[in-house]
């Protein structure tokens, strides 16, 4: 007999679940309780530019995102960066300073292009130098992203270049952010090979700048090609838009689960994948474990939007020769970075536009931040289009102790047999974490 099970959440997370749990033979509802599908995803066209909202792209070198799109039949539809502009820059003193070839997030691996760079000190290119020389961490648990960066390469890079390229990828403060949740490749080369360079450079990491931007990947019509395609394959009868969760609990005498949601709609279950911000799964166990709700309310999230604006190729001054920029705390500007989407990705942008995307606080005026690239890029004209989208309390923040933390909420999950915790608060904020934590909740569901 088919098992049935019901996703609460729309999102990337509640989507990879319920296909992998059709595809595995389940009975799926999949309830949302706003108007549309994939959460953060939001993929958009207007005046000829193709916009994202959420994210952009997903990194191939975790899997599952590529192994979903290739399973859904978009392979074809995969696009990668241009090769032709794989390098970033970072703000230094107003002006943008190219990020040195072969220098990954926070470590230099090529000698001449990082010797040449005018983003460092020679005080500080000495010291960032010494991790070559220095020993691994005798205990190799976990510590801040800030103090990695400290410990192993100075003061200098951090606030220069690996506090902004964090920032720029999590939305968090490094001072705070798990390393071991967040990096783990870093501890993983550290504990190696001693150095963090010397690890680098054996794997290989000497080409691109900043990011790896070799290995992210889109769609030719936007990430939201990727929501259609899942809502394609599922079954007509199991989505309901529009469809809060109410209420759910457990009957003692079945061990089935109850669901309310909407408009006094109910349906029972064997399983129910809760993939919601632990805040909203919070509210919904309270009602029968309290000390499990507590907790999952500790995990805080921080406030991110984005705004898009399309120009005249014209009326920009600068090359827009890389795939975008990020801002340093020091700089004291109203962005966190700046994606050049259109030179990014193709198709992006119409016949003589560009695109460009910023990242920004929740809330931040799009005035203050076009008068910010302005001055950056030298931009002379008003944008042609102007579109902004916040998305409050969506990234989580991963502390120091972050992983343990973890294992003591699923533990307390646990008693609870039948009630998965899915989402972006515990095992990553990516795309592909995300699908790949969601496919493995509904692999353990079918045993």
């Known amino acids: 007999m088919k098992p049935k099970v019901i996703v609460v959440g729309g999102g990337i997370s509640g989507l990879a679940a319920a296909l992998r749990l059709h595809e595995r033979g389940a009975d799926v509802k999949l309830i949302e309780a706003s108007h549309h599908l994939g959460g953060v995803i939001a993929t958009s066209q207007k005046n000829g530019f193709l916009m994202e909202g959420g994210p952009d792209s997903f990194i191939s070198i975790k899997p599952w995102g590529l192994d979903l799109c290739r399973r859904l039949g978009l392979e074809k539809e995969l696009i990668g960066t241009d090769p032709d502009f794989r390098k970033s820059f970072v703000v230094r003193k107003g002006k943008l300073v190219v990020v040195p070839e072969g220098f990954y997030m926070m470590a230099p691996v090529r000698v001449l292009p990082f010797l040449g760079s005018e983003l460092f000190s020679w005080p500080a290119k000495f010291r960032m130098a010494m991790d070559y020389f220095m020993p691994a961490k005798k205990n190799g648990g976990d510590e801040s992203v800030a103090n990695f960066i400290r410990r192993r390469f100075g003061v200098e890079a951090l606030e220069r270049v690996g506090q902004a390229m964090v920032a720029g990828v999590y939305s968090a403060d490094p001072e705070k952010l798990s390393l071991k949740s967040t990096f783990p490749q ?75 949601y909407g408009r006094g709609h109910q349906v029972e279950a064997d399983a129910v994948v809760l993939a919601l911000s632990s805040p909203k799964i919070a509210d919904f166990v309270q009602g029968f474990d309290g000390d499990l709700a507590r907790e999952l309310r500790q995990i805080s999230y921080a406030s991110i939007a984005t705004i898009n604006f399309g120009y005249r190729r014209s009326d920009i001054c600068h090359p827009l020769d890389g795939f975008g920029f990020v801002v340093p705390t020091k700089e004291n500007l109203s962005l966190i970075g700046c994606t050049f989407s259109s030179v990014k990705f193709s198709g992006r942008a119409p016949e003589g536009h560009a695109l460009l995307r910023a990242f920004v606080d929740s809330g931040t ?65 990516g795309l592909p974490d995300c699908v790949h934590q969601s496919e493995e909740i509904a692999e353990k569901i079918m045993v």
């Open 365 to 429: 005026r799009p005035e203050v931040v076009q008068k910010d690239l302005e001055q950056l890029l030298g931009i002379t004209g008003t944008p042609v289009m102007i579109q902004e989208a916040d998305y409050p309390a969506s990234m989580p923040q991963y502390p120091v102790g972050h992983l343990e933390y973890v294992q003591k909420i699923e533990s307390m999950a646990a008693r609870h047999p039948g009630l998965c915790l899915a989402g972006n608060a515990l095992h990553g904020i």
């Open 186 to 260: 870093f501890l993983d080369i550290e504990q190696k090979y001693g150095s963090v360079i010397r690890g680098l450079r054996k794997a290989g990491s000497k080409k691109a700048s900043g990011p790896r931007y070799s290995l992210f990947l889109t769609l030719k019509n936007g990430m939201g090609s990727l929501v259609d395609a899942i809502v394609k394959r599922l079954p007509t009868n199991s989505i309901e838009l529009d469809a809060p969760l109410r209420e759910i609990s457990k009957n003692p005498q079945t061990g089935k689960w109850n669901a309310s």
